[in-house]
């Protein structure tokens, strides 16, 4: 679609495609709504997976963040994905194991 009513991003993680959106329809129009926001995350499976991005993580959660990105360690590969559009956003999986 050409004029999404709501903000949806086709991905393709670990070679599967998945689906990464939102129910905010400001997030299309406002920049100010990127600040903390919900995504989902389906890719045909039956979860999906509830998202808070908070693009304006502050220095002292670095340390929280720290141990998925520490040496020998990576971020889930959703994450990464998720930081192609938001360079440095804290991801939140809620409570969810990560997954994918």
Same mark, same amino acid.
């Given at each position: ?16 495609? %998945? ?49 998925? %990105? ?31």
């Amino acid at each position: 679609l050409k004029t999404p009513k709501f903000p949806v991003w086709l991905c393709s993680i670990k070679g599967m495609h %998945s689906v990464l959106f939102s129910t905010n329809r400001l997030l299309l129009s406002d920049w100010k709504m990127e600040h903390v926001f919900h995504l989902y995350f389906y890719n045909g499976q039956p979860r999906t997976a509830h998202l808070t991005v908070d693009t304006h993580s502050h220095h002292w959660e670095e340390g929280r963040c720290e141990g998925a %990105s520490s040496v020998g360690r990576r971020a889930p590969s959703l994450e990464m994905a998720i930081r192609t559009k938001w360079p440095g956003a804290a991801v939140s999986w809620n409570g969810t194991d990560p997954f994918f």
